[in-house]
T-cell receptor, first 112, second 113 residues
Framework: GDSVTQMEGPVTLSEEAFLTINCTYTATGYPSLFWYVQYPGEGLQLLLKATKADDKGSNKGFEATYRKETTSFHLEKGSVQVSDSAVYFCALRPPNDYKLSFGAGTTVTVRA | DTGVSQNPRHKITKRGQNVTFRCDPISEHNRLYWYRQTLGQGPEFLTYFQNEAQLEKSRLLSDRFSAERPKGSFSTLEIQRTEQGDSAMYLC???????????FGDGTRLSIL
């Protein structure tokens, strides 16, 4: 079945460091891919998405590119802030389907 | 757009009791989803509504679980005879038609004593 594997955490960084969170997926066809962020005590917020191969999603300085050849959707940010501390989830939605399959999440802590 | 609203935010109950959670989706969204999230894991799909019709239920949704969306607006998720393993965050999400992303509420955290 469809699944998402993302880099295990926790990840601890200093402010202004470069962040990468790896995400790979297994799916038939061309799923839509998403990154969601969850701040402490809150629900999930959509961070960015891509719906077809080579699409690049971007938001709030974060970027991820849909790579069909490597079945990956790695999340990157060039200079993190303390406010980026959260849990990040990679997710996919198969074509012609409606439910999301999530990775286990990666906890990111940014220290001043 | 007031977002997806879930109530209560927290529920603590004794094992064996029944609990009911409510989700109010974004007003124009006709698709509604329930997910369960346990500590250290990503959300897992439970069930899906399109308007008032429940179109799919995960095998995670045992006979003790029931979800309704009677008028195609708000939804309720009831757990009967709660067990320790039901302790989790229950998340609701909604979206509009087409290739639109799901918007999540803040969840209801259930703790079983």
């Amino acid at each position: 079945g469809d699944s998402v594997t993302q880099m295990e955490g926790p990840v601890t960084l200093s402010e202004e460091a470069f962040l990468t969170i790896n995400c790979t997926y297994t799916a038939t066809g061309y799923p839509s891919l998403f990154w969601y962020v969850q701040y402490p005590g809150e629900g999930l917020q959509l961070l960015l998405k891509a719906t077809k191969a080579d699409d690049k999603g971007s938001n709030k300085g974060f970027e991820a590119t849909y790579r069909k050849e490597t079945t990956s959707f790695h999340l990157e940010k060039g200079s993190v802030q303390v406010s980026d501390s959260a849990v990040y989830f990679c997710a996919l939605r198969p074509p012609n389907d409606y439910k999301l399959s999530f990775g286990a999440g990666t906890t990111v802590t940014v220290r001043a | 757009d007031t977002g997806v609203s879930q109530n209560p935010r927290h529920k603590i109950t004794k094992r064996g009791q029944n609990v009911t959670f409510r989700c109010d989706p974004i007003s124009e969204h006709n698709r509604l989803y329930w997910y369960r999230q346990t500590l250290g894991q990503g959300p897992e799909f439970l069930t899906y509504f399109q308007n008032e019709a429940q179109l799919e239920k995960s095998r995670l949704l045992s006979d003790r679980f029931s979800a309704e969306r009677p008028k195609g607006s708000f939804s309720t998720l009831e757990i009967q005879r709660t067990e320790q393993g039901d302790s989790a965050m229950y998340l609701c999400a909604s979206r509009n038609e087409g290739n639109q992303p799901q918007h999540f509420g803040d969840g209801t955290r259930l703790s079983i004593l």
